[in-house]
Nanobody
């Protein structure tokens, strides 16, 4: 079993910064892609950023403001969020495509979510 634990959410004023962390633990042979999603009240869950190997991709609304990175030794993915806007307010979730054993295919695991609130 694999567990993802997020941290780093909170409340900030517009223009501020936050860094989210998501650490994976458990039966892990290799973690392939990792990503951050977010879900605002009354809206569908939205893909924010992905990282596979050294390649990162972002939704247009966060390009130039957010940076996704990962520490493979720690099985951890980060989301550095700068110049935050009220529309960034949401619950942020991480997801990891985990290969538990070398002969197994990958399984997606989700974190529990962390609240980010940006006030104007």
């Amino acid at each position: 079993q694999v567990r993802l634990v997020e941290s780093g959410g909170g409340s900030v004023q517009a223009g501020g910064s936050l860094t989210l962390s998501c650490a994976a633990s458990g039966s892990i042979f290799r973690i392939h892609a990792m990503a951050w999603f977010r879900q605002a009240p009354g809206k569908q869950r939205e893909l924010v950023a992905t990282i596979t190997g050294g390649n990162a991709n972002y939704v247009d609304s966060v390009k130039g403001r957010f940076t996704i990175s990962r520490d493979n030794a720690k099985n951890t993915v980060y989301l550095q969020m700068n110049t935050l806007k009220p529309e960034d307010t949401a619950v942020y979730y991480c997801i990891a495509a985990v290969q538990a054993r070398s002969w197994e295919s990958t399984t997606d695991y989700w974190g529990q979510g962390t609240q980010v609130t940006v006030s104007s």
